[in-house]
């Protein structure tokens, strides 16, 4: 018995000192890549190193991950995520690179083969991936550490030019925070960790220190350092504080006045413990923490079963598209996406506007030339009297800012090359001057920005090569949305509005492509930009109807109906139009809408966002088959196991179920199978075999959530008639069961 005494006040002492009364649950995924083939790091292990036993001293359960690839990151976000369901305060940490592509973060892997600006969506992790996991879990709060705005190492073979990472909105309850602000760059440090991180694990070990403060401090450390070259930055909707260490700092000590309370005698006899009670508790922490790992597991295997059975589809339907379908006729070459290049807006002849400067009269023409490739120049007139131009070299030309040198020669001198560094109009019609720096042909270098540069324009005097009108430009690209095409429709049109801002129809064309690809929320940015623009064309009411329609705007259909009346791709606006149907629930009109879809695009040319959509819509059809009633983990008396079998009853579903409800459960019919909307509904009568006579049943009513995955459906309430009255009353016991389809 005493021995026994003594296992029990060690249990209860180590689960004091491991979580204390009221501590919140603490999850973590920590990763730090460096082992990069094309540009390694050094300090991004030892950070993830240090940063994971830093947590795990503040009570983290900590996920370390270190060089890892695509497949292990991707892995180690979705359990992360399930383990946030549990609940509790959730953290990632990432060092390494660190990219933006089109206003979008990514997060590489040390295996990533990047060559162009498009690879970077297919091998590196989305870190909106991160953000989408955690706003899943609904726990209380969350956070995001992003130590991975180093140079970007492949930026030589990227079209854009942005640094650093773009600024991301917090959700509700999280907090993000980055190495340096975005847009910028952070060195990788000179010590064993990053500046950064280096910072941030002494702060956060601080007692008592609020989580705002911890940055406030870490922010200032890092920009005393480096002379305010790094500015570490944070974007935060958190609703409540959060200690790293301990919790607010102690009270003030009381007044000298007020007599310090006694303390207490070490005869004082000891409360006697409970040892029946604490026994009772100790049991009753090990079967729940026994039942979340259950749980758990049996999501991780779920999700494992479904990425299996997503992948084996796949592999189906390119087969059968290789082995049964025809070759899909190709379209005229005329109709073909063409890749944007804005080089080729510059092609023409420019000729310099004012007086450049100040001491000696410039009158200079360029004329610039693309082949697809390279941008190439030439010029003419002179810089002053007794020279000439001819050469046009080192032309580069960024986001909205163009920069090339003119290369003069003066009759009795050596060559002067001027740099010039031009910002270019939104339609590349007018070159304006902002600095123009000198150097002669023995000097290695240019010596600064010309102090006497006055007002100068280079104006477009000869017209670049004529285009098709913007509409016909535009009219395959549309036509691919609602085809297999989105993925290179997607692209044409970010670089069409990169290229020309102002081209309303390419930004419609952009907002509609990314709802289709599951980016609402930059669909929405660009709908507003276009709102801005006040366009009305068919691209444009395409676009509109389909936001206004999301957000269940009455006004879309007018829009959507406007459209196709003003030529817009009629395969198209169907399926915005069921899109929008799919939104609001409507089943049976997203059905006839895809039917008539169906009857303008062949099979082999509906791309996957079709079918996906295709199959939200027909749940009558992908709810045929079996499924079992599963019953929570803790529930107890092996009850609960019932198959159904659902079968197409006209335009609806009828059912069947066998098996046992309840230990004296005889006879199962099932009626009243209805789908409204995305619900399904049906009754139970169970007939009893022991108790009463044989027609004497219990009703019970089951209604399912269809707007996720058919093939694990939550089955969120449960109801029975437990009286004469014929009310249903909801049964608590069978809350959170789900139907498991039996392949």
């Given at each position: 018995?005493?021995?026994?005494?003594?296992?029990?006040?060690?249990?209860?002492?180590?689960?004091?000192?491991?979580?204390?009364?009221?501590?919140?649950?603490?999850?973590?995924?920590?990763?730090?890549?460096?082992?990069?083939?094309?540009?390694?790091?050094?300090?991004?292990?030892?950070?993830?190193?240090?940063?994971?036993?830093?947590?795990?001293?503040?009570?983290?359960?900590?996920?370390?991950?270190?060089?890892?690839?695509?497949?292990?990151?991707?892995?180690?976000?979705?359990?992360?995520?399930?383990?946030?369901?549990?609940?509790?305060?959730?953290?990632?940490?990432?060092a390494?690179?660190?990219?933006?592509?089109?206003?979008?973060?990514?997060?590489?892997?040390?295996?990533?083969?990047?060559?162009?600006?498009?690879?970077?969506?297919y091998?590196?992790?989305?870190?909106?991936?991160?953000?989408?996991k955690?706003?899943?879990?609904?726990?209380?709060?969350?956070?995001?550490?992003?130590?991975?705005?180093?140079?970007?190492?492949?930026?030589r073979?990227?079209?854009?030019?942005?640094?650093?990472?773009?600024?991301?909105?917090?959700?509700?309850?999280?907090?993000?925070?980055?190495?340096?602000?975005?847009?910028?760059?952070?060195?990788?440090?000179?010590?064993?960790?990053?500046?950064?991180?280096?910072?941030?694990?002494?702060?956060?070990?601080?007692?008592?220190?609020?989580?705002?403060?911890?940055?406030?401090?870490?922010?200032?450390?890092?920009?005393?350092?480096?002379?305010?070259?790094?500015?570490?930055?944070?974007?935060?909707?958190?609703?409540?504080?959060?200690?790293?260490?301990?919790?607010?700092?102690?009270?003030?000590?009381?007044?000298?006045?007020?007599?310090?309370?006694?303390?207490?005698?070490?005869?004082?006899?000891?409360?006697?413990?409970?040892?029946?009670?604490?026994?009772?508790?100790?049991?009753?922490?090990?079967?729940?923490?026994?039942?979340?790992?259950?749980?758990?597991?049996?999501?991780?295997?779920?999700?494992?079963?479904?990425?299996?059975?997503?992948?084996?589809?796949?592999?189906?339907?390119?087969?059968?598209?290789?082995?049964?379908?025809?070759?899909?006729?190709?379209?005229?070459?005329?109709?073909?996406?063409?890749?944007?290049?804005?080089?080729?807006?510059?092609?023409?002849?420019?000729?310099?506007?004012?007086?450049?400067?100040?001491?000696?009269?410039?009158e200079?023409?360029?004329?610039?030339?693309?082949?697809?490739?390279d941008?190439?120049?030439?010029?003419?007139?002179?810089?002053?009297?007794?020279?000439f131009?001819?050469?046009?070299?080192?032309?580069?030309?960024?986001?909205?800012?163009?920069?090339?040198?003119?290369?003069?020669?003066?009759?009795?001198?050596?060559?002067?090359?001027?740099?010039?560094?031009c910002s270019?109009s939104?339609?590349?019609?007018?070159?304006?001057?902002?600095?123009?720096?000198?150097?002669?042909?023995?000097?290695?270098?240019?010596?600064?920005?010309?102090?006497?540069?006055?007002?100068?324009?280079?104006?477009?005097?000869?017209?670049?090569?004529?285009?098709?009108?913007?509409?016909?430009?535009?009219?395959?690209?549309?036509?691919?949305?609602?085809?297999?095409?989105?993925?290179?429709?997607?692209?044409?049109?970010?670089?069409?509005?990169?290229?020309?801002?102002?081209?309303?129809?390419?930004?419609?064309?952009?907002?509609?492509?990314?709802?289709?690809?599951?980016?609402?929320?930059?669909?929405?940015?660009?709908?507003?930009?276009l709102?801005?623009?006040?366009?009305?064309?068919?691209?444009?009411?395409?676009?509109?109807?389909?936001?206004?329609?999301?957000?269940?705007?009455?006004?879309?259909?007018y829009?959507?109906?406007?459209?196709?009346?003003?030529?817009?791709?009629?395969?198209?606006?169907?399926?915005?139009?069921?899109?929008?149907?799919?939104?609001?629930?409507?089943?049976?009109?997203?059905?006839?809408?895809?039917?008539?879809?169906?009857?303008?695009?062949?099979?082999?040319?509906?791309?996957e966002?079709?079918?996906?959509?295709?199959?939200?819509?027909?749940?009558?059809?992908?709810?045929?088959?079996?499924?079992?009633?599963?019953?929570?983990?803790?529930?107890?008396?092996?009850?609960?196991?019932?198959?159904?079998?659902?079968?197409?009853?006209?335009?609806?579903?009828?059912?069947?179920?066998?098996?046992?409800?309840?230990?004296?459960?005889?006879?199962?019919?099932?009626?009243d199978?209805?789908?409204?909307?995305?619900?399904?509904?049906?009754?139970?009568?169970?007939?009893?075999?022991?108790?009463?006579?044989?027609?004497?049943?219990?009703?019970?009513?089951?209604?399912?959530?269809?707007?996720?995955?058919?093939?694990?459906?939550?089955?969120?309430?449960?109801?029975?008639?437990?009286?004469?009255?014929?009310?249903?009353?909801?049964?608590?016991?069978?809350?959170?069961?789900?139907?498991?389809?039996?392949l």
């Open positions: 018995m005493r021995r026994f005494i003594q296992v029990v006040l060690l249990t209860c002492l180590l689960l004091a000192l491991a979580e204390p009364a009221g501590a919140e649950h603490r999850i973590a995924l920590v990763i730090g890549n460096g082992a990069y083939k094309a540009a390694p790091l050094k300090n991004p292990v030892n950070d993830a190193r240090d940063m994971a036993a830093s947590l795990k001293r503040l009570g983290f359960d900590v996920t370390p991950l270190t060089d890892a690839g695509q497949q292990q990151m991707d892995a180690a976000v979705r359990e992360f995520g399930l383990k946030l369901r549990q609940g509790g305060a959730g953290l990632f940490y990432y390494g690179h660190g990219l933006q592509v089109a206003g979008e973060n990514y997060l590489v892997p040390v295996n990533a083969n990047i060559q162009t600006e498009s690879d970077v969506r091998t590196c992790l989305p870190a909106g991936m991160v953000l989408g955690m706003e899943d879990a609904r726990n209380d709060l969350n956070i995001i550490i992003l130590d991975a705005c180093r140079n970007n190492p492949f930026a073979s990227f079209r854009s030019t942005e640094q650093g990472l773009a600024k991301m909105d917090a959700p509700t309850g999280s907090l993000i925070s980055y190495a340096t602000a975005p847009g910028s760059v952070a060195s990788d440090g000179q010590g064993k960790n990053g500046l950064f991180t280096q910072h941030l694990l002494r702060n956060m070990a601080t007692p008592g220190l609020p989580i705002t403060e911890v940055f406030m401090r870490v922010r200032q450390s890092v920009v005393a350092e480096t002379k305010r070259k790094q500015v570490p930055w944070e974007a935060s909707s958190l609703i409540g504080q959060f200690y790293f260490s301990g919790t607010a700092a102690n009270q003030p000590p009381l007044p000298a006045t007020v007599a310090a309370v006694s303390p207490v005698p070490a005869t004082a006899p000891a409360k006697p413990l409970d040892l029946k009670a604490e026994k009772k508790r100790v049991a009753e922490e090990a079967v729940r923490l026994k039942r979340e790992q259950q749980e758990l597991a049996q999501l991780q295997a779920l999700q494992a079963q479904q990425d299996r059975l997503e992948a084996e589809r796949q592999k189906v339907e390119q087969a059968k598209l290789l082995a049964l379908a025809p070759r899909p006729k190709q379209p005229p070459q005329a109709q073909q996406a063409v890749p944007v290049h804005p080089e080729s807006f510059l092609e023409g002849g420019y000729r310099l506007v004012g007086e450049l400067f100040s001491y000696s009269p410039v200079a023409m360029v004329q610039f030339a693309f082949d697809g490739t941008l190439t120049g030439s010029a003419s007139g002179h810089f002053g009297p007794h020279t131009t001819g050469k046009v070299q080192e032309i580069e030309l960024g986001k909205g800012v163009l920069q090339f040198v003119i290369v003069s020669k003066p009759v009795f001198m050596q060559e002067r090359y001027y740099r010039f560094t270019v939104p339609g590349f019609d007018t070159l304006t001057v902002v600095s123009v720096e000198a150097r002669n042909a023995d000097e290695p270098n240019f010596d600064g920005a010309l102090r006497k540069l006055q007002s100068g324009h280079f104006v477009r005097v000869a017209q670049r090569p004529k285009q098709a009108p913007q509409a016909k430009a535009h009219a395959a690209q549309f036509a691919q949305l609602a085809r297999a095409g989105l993925p290179d429709a997607r692209a044409y049109f970010e670089q069409a509005v990169q290229a020309r801002p102002n081209d309303a129809d390419a930004r419609a064309g952009l907002a509609i492509a990314l709802v289709f690809s599951g980016r609402e929320a930059d669909a929405k940015y660009q709908f507003q930009r709102s801005e623009s006040g366009a009305q064309t068919a691209g444009v009411r395409l676009a509109k109807g389909l936001l206004l329609g999301l957000e269940g705007n009455a006004d879309a259909n829009q959507l109906n406007r459209a196709q009346e003003e030529g817009a791709d009629r395969a198209l606006a169907l399926l915005c139009q069921a899109v929008v149907a799919d939104r609001k629930g409507e089943m049976e009109r997203g059905q006839k809408l895809m039917e008539s879809y169906a009857a303008l695009v062949p099979e082999v040319e509906r791309g966002h079709v079918k996906i959509l295709d199959k939200n819509l027909n749940l009558a059809g992908n709810m045929v088959g079996s499924f079992k009633w599963v019953m929570p983990p803790d529930y107890e008396g092996g009850y609960g196991k019932l198959d159904i079998v659902f079968r197409r009853a006209g335009s609806g579903l009828a059912a069947a179920a066998t098996g046992k409800f309840w230990a004296f459960s005889g006879d199962i019919t099932v009626q199978v209805q789908l409204k909307g995305k619900t399904l509904m049906f009754t139970l009568k169970v007939y009893k075999v022991l108790f009463g006579s044989l027609d004497d049943a219990s009703t019970y009513r089951f209604t399912c959530d269809l707007s996720g995955s058919l093939d694990v459906i939550p089955v969120p309430v449960v109801e029975w008639v437990p009286g004469r009255d014929g009310k249903f009353v909801t049964r608590r016991d069978y809350a959170n069961t789900r139907l498991e389809r039996q």
